[in-house]
């Protein structure tokens, strides 16, 4: 999974690459040494690892491993980045576990992921993960009791008219969406509606079956089994197209702290969903780019999805170049089309999304109730006119 030219190769990303983990193995410490001594762009090295969410960690492994190479204020300069993130990492803890006792307290049954969550249970410590939201998944009959705690705390929805009656029927959200903008805090609520990018509704009461307990801060919160998370975090990776570095260091972690995985519970889980081949696109990701310790059975499984190792390809090619590759509307349709197996199934799941209205759809014509099927066809109108077409910039 590498570029085809070397020159193609950009070494401040390559840098984030080869610090976007906890273990350094000898081969990779000796080429952060190598990089850090060359001449790079630091400014552009530090706006990278923002937006791939990964500044503790270039800050950790530059510390570890290239003390002596790295220029000193560039390396303070990450420092400081990276104590501001373990400030905001123990704020958006204390936050997430403030939340959940109140929705416990009134008899809502709600699963913490993702953030700090995910950061304890992949890596050890919850301020090595960069996490910028709060994330809840909750049964949709709880949204009206949820949403009330929520503003009771001083959040305001991003889209307050997603709660009104009616409403969910016609306009979909991705995730309700919460912010205080004093305190720059934000909650995202997920049910099984908005779940969209699940090519099957996932059944939370099966998945409520198999919590597991993680300590946070002393507290004791129940999220996701382990043969779930997986599935789940390829998933949320897939949706957002693999941008980040972080969403595959994300699953490279995990693997490596649970060696005791059941891989065929993990499959079954995917493929219950129909999310086989996102599973597999994200394992490829990081077996390729950052060296997760798979079982070869495991690897034989992703190499015989050929589909699954050229959009994996696809991806890492674009970590490595200095600029992503954004993604116009007709290649975004194509991406999701290939994340499903089997022609008909990629088609269906692609088309569901492309038509299926979500809130900004809703933000931008309010339509009353008797016409809310156009909303599917203004959908991919303004999927065009946001992304672009083939030819054409998006606005």
Same mark, same amino acid.
């Given at each position: 999974?590498?570029l085809?030219?070397?020159?193609l190769?950009?070494?401040?990303?390559?840098l984030?690459?080869?610090c976007?983990?906890?273990?350094?193995?000898?081969?990779?410490?000796?080429?952060?040494?190598?990089l850090?001594?060359?001449?790079?762009?630091?400014?552009?090295?530090?706006?990278?690892a923002?937006?791939?969410?990964?500044?503790?960690?270039?800050?950790?492994?530059?510390?570890?491993?290239?003390?002596?190479?790295?220029?000193?204020?560039?390396?303070?300069?990450?420092?400081?980045?990276?104590?501001?993130?373990?400030?905001?990492?123990? !704020?958006?803890?204390?936050?997430?576990?403030?939340?959940?006792?109140?929705f416990?307290s009134?008899?809502?049954?709600?699963?913490?992921?993702?953030?700090?969550?995910?950061?304890?249970q992949?890596?050890?410590?919850?301020?090595?993960?960069?996490?910028?939201?709060?994330?809840i998944?909750?049964?949709?009959?709880?949204?009206a009791?949820?949403?009330?705690?929520?503003?009771?705390l001083g959040?305001?929805?991003?889209?307050? #008219?997603?709660?009104?009656?009616?409403?969910?029927?016609? !306009?979909?959200?991705?995730?309700?969406?919460?912010r205080?903008?004093?305190?720059?805090?934000?909650?995202?609520?997920?049910t099984?509606?908005?779940?969209?990018?699940?090519?099957?509704?996932?059944?939370?009461?099966?998945?409520?079956?198999?919590?597991?307990?993680v300590?946070?801060?002393?507290?004791?919160?129940?999220?996701?089994?382990?043969?779930?998370?997986?599935?789940?975090?390829?998933?949320?990776?897939?949706?957002?197209? #693999?941008?980040?570095?972080?969403?595959?260091?994300?699953?490279?972690?995990?693997?490596?702290?649970?060696?005791?995985?059941d #891989?065929? @519970?993990v499959f079954?889980?995917?493929?219950?969903?129909?999310a086989?081949?996102m599973?597999?696109?994200?394992?490829?990701?990081?077996?390729?780019?950052?060296?997760?310790p798979?079982?070869?059975?495991?690897?034989?499984?992703?190499?015989?999805d050929?589909?699954?190792?050229?959009?994996?390809?696809?991806?890492?090619?674009?970590?490595?170049?200095?600029e992503?590759?954004?993604?116009?509307?007709?290649?975004?349709?194509?991406?999701?089309?290939?994340?499903?197996?089997?022609i008909?199934?990629?088609?269906?799941?692609?088309?569901?999304?492309?038509?299926?209205?979500?809130?900004?759809?809703?933000?931008?014509m309010?339509l009353?109730?008797?016409?809310?099927?156009?909303?599917?066809?203004?959908?991919?109108?303004?999927?065009?006119?946001?992304?672009?077409?083939p030819?054409?910039?998006? @606005?």
């Amino acid at each position: 999974m590498t570029l085809s030219s070397s020159d193609l190769v950009c070494p401040e990303k390559r840098l984030l690459v080869c610090c976007a983990r906890t273990r350094i193995e000898p081969h990779i410490a000796k080429e952060i040494r190598d990089l850090a001594a060359g001449a790079l762009d630091w400014d552009f090295l530090l706006s990278a690892a923002a937006e791939n969410s990964i500044l503790p960690l270039l800050a950790r492994q530059l510390s570890a491993v290239a003390p002596d190479v790295a220029a000193p204020n560039e390396l303070e300069r990450l420092k400081n980045a990276s104590r501001a993130n373990a400030l905001r990492c123990l !704020v958006l803890t204390a936050e997430l576990i403030k939340i959940m006792d109140l929705f416990q307290s009134q008899g809502i049954e709600a699963i913490p992921y993702k953030g700090p969550i995910l950061a304890v249970q992949a890596y050890g410590d919850v301020t090595l993960r960069e996490f910028e939201d709060i994330d809840i998944v909750l049964r949709q009959r709880d949204m009206a009791k949820a949403n009330e705690i929520v503003l009771s705390l001083g959040y305001h929805p991003k889209f307050p #008219w997603t709660l009104d009656s009616g409403a969910a029927a016609a !306009v979909v959200p991705g995730e309700y969406n919460y912010r205080d903008e004093a305190r720059r805090m934000m909650v995202e609520l997920h049910t099984e509606w908005t779940l969209r990018h699940f090519p099957v509704r996932p059944n939370l009461d099966d998945l409520a079956r198999r919590l597991v307990p993680v300590a946070l801060s002393g507290h004791e919160l129940a999220t996701f089994g382990h043969e779930d998370l997986l599935p789940i975090l390829c998933i949320h990776g897939s949706k957002d197209f #693999w941008e980040r570095i972080s969403w595959i260091a994300d699953i490279s972690e995990f693997i490596r702290s649970h060696p005791q995985l059941d #891989w065929d @519970q993990v499959f079954r889980r995917a493929e219950a969903w129909r999310a086989g081949r996102m599973l597999r696109v994200g394992l490829a990701l990081t077996a390729g780019l950052l060296d997760a310790p798979l079982p070869e059975e495991i690897m034989a499984r992703v190499r015989n999805d050929r589909v699954a190792t050229s959009v994996a390809s696809e991806v890492a090619q674009s970590h490595l170049r200095r600029e992503w590759s954004e993604r116009d509307a007709a290649a975004r349709f194509h991406f999701r089309r290939r994340m499903v197996a089997g022609i008909f199934a990629g088609w269906r799941y692609s088309l569901r999304l492309a038509t299926l209205p979500a809130e900004e759809d809703g933000a931008m014509m309010r339509l009353p109730p008797m016409l809310a099927p156009l909303y599917g066809v203004l959908r991919p109108l303004r999927l065009l006119r946001k992304y672009g077409s083939p030819g054409r910039r998006p @606005q």
